[in-house]
DNA sequence: CGGCAATCTTGTCAGTGTCAAGTTGGGATG
DNA sequence: CATCCCAACTTGACACTGACAAGATTGCCG
């Protein structure tokens, strides 16, 4: 969107298909259905996203760019996502599909958040647009289950506690459970907590704060 | 950014200074500089913006676009922002002054947190941008300025606890409070709380949320 | 009254997303 | 083995955008 920033005038794709040998079709799993020419375009432009993303937001993303990273044309990417809207949708699903996964693993509500948070740091691309929904295709059915997912396995964990130990019903704790961890996981990657958290591990300034603030009364 | 949405193929250019009789260059306050020809652009500009991104988020903000509803050249304003940076830099920055306003007024650690989601709810343009880091300029001097007051209100607030009430440190209690406010506002704003929260008043929730979490144990 | 600087306009350029139409090549079918 | 089909990709175009440069307008100040 933005021409000012001078990136790649180099006229030579980049790491393409070698000229010389084949493009090499193998896969890691040997069958799965090879794609086409590129081997695996949507998968090699999702990580290139990612890593964009990662790097400067996702206001910043060009799928322009991103063709060119993977050294095919301009268009191609429109093909595996329909558009740019469609990229960011495909992201935030497989986002809430991969949350979902470590927090169908957690052991108590504490664990949860403490994967939550994890969970942001280690897929931050996939966290800042899963919470964006300017950027996402409302409707869309990869998008809606793969949430529904993610929400079960948080309501799993939340319903595991009893009520009692907080005099509070446990939709409530759902909601003050997934607002602490969606708070400090969102303050974290926006650097709002740099000053305060300092060096110490994130994830262990977590742990204790919602074992404060959770701990029977 | 993408040029599919038709727009405004009206040739006319709506509410400007009429044709006839002078454009009326009055201002409520009655001196005060009225800065030039459009009467006050500057201020203008930003309330488009802020419509804008209330409407369809901080990406599909457009200059041009603001420009036309002002009713003046596409470059215009580029002469007060200097670019889009600078547009959404002004307007976190206005942002943080706003809540540092409000957060000051609060008698305690509970009304400062009720204060924050009231204040996302009442300027949820503003609250979007203000912690959406890739869009705004990192040194600014306005934004840091107002932040840095913002950051001291919540502190003073914070501060005000004894820190045996919750046998836990005040820095530690800050960065709860903070994350639990700041986690319950976005996901009120992302509307990930319409099922949970339902039809009733989101700062009633989590005044009983907060009480709960942070009663004396 | 003359200049001056802030405000705004006009014109232009590189870059972008999206669509439409063509090209390529692998796999299935006969 | 020949043929066709269709998914994957390319080429080309269009409307739109942010940014910049240079010129025009206008209120104010000396």
Redesign the interface.
């Known amino acids: 969107?933005?021409p000012p920033e001078t990136k790649k005038p180099e006229p030579e794709p980049g790491p393409k298909p070698e000229p010389g040998p084949e493009p090499e079709p193998e896969k890691a799993h040997p069958k799965k259905a090879t794609p086409y020419h590129h081997g695996d375009l949507r998968r090699a432009i999702l990580t290139a996203a990612l890593d964009a993303i990662t790097a400067?937001?996702?206001?910043?993303l060009s799928l322009r760019d991103l063709a060119r990273r993977a050294g095919v044309s301009h268009a191609a990417p429109a093909h595996h996502f329909k558009d740019?809207t469609g990229l960011l949708t495909a992201i935030a699903a497989e986002g809430f599909g991969l949350l979902a996964g470590t927090l169908g693993e957690a052991t108590d509500l504490k664990d949860a958040g403490v994967r939550y948070v994890r969970f942001a740091r280690e897929h931050p691309a996939h966290f800042q647009v899963m919470?964006?929904?300017?950027?996402l295709r409302p409707g869309d059915l990869e998008l809606t289950t793969a949430r529904a997912l993610a929400t079960d396995a948080l309501r799993t964990s939340v319903s595991a506690v009893r009520s009692e130990d907080?005099?509070?019903d446990t939709?409530?704790a759902?909601?003050?459970a997934?607002?602490?961890?969606?708070?400090?996981a969102?303050?974290l990657l926006?650097?709002?907590?740099d000053g305060?958290?300092g060096d110490k591990d994130p994830e262990e300034?977590f742990r204790?704060?919602a074992t404060?603030?959770?701990?029977a009364?």
Chains 1, 2 share one sequence.
């Open positions: 969107m933005a400067d937001g996702p206001a910043a740019r919470f964006a929904p300017g950027l907080f005099g509070i939709r409530l759902g909601i003050a997934w607002s602490l961890a969606h708070g400090f969102t303050l926006g650097h709002n907590l305060p958290v300034v204790t704060l404060t603030l959770f701990r009364h």
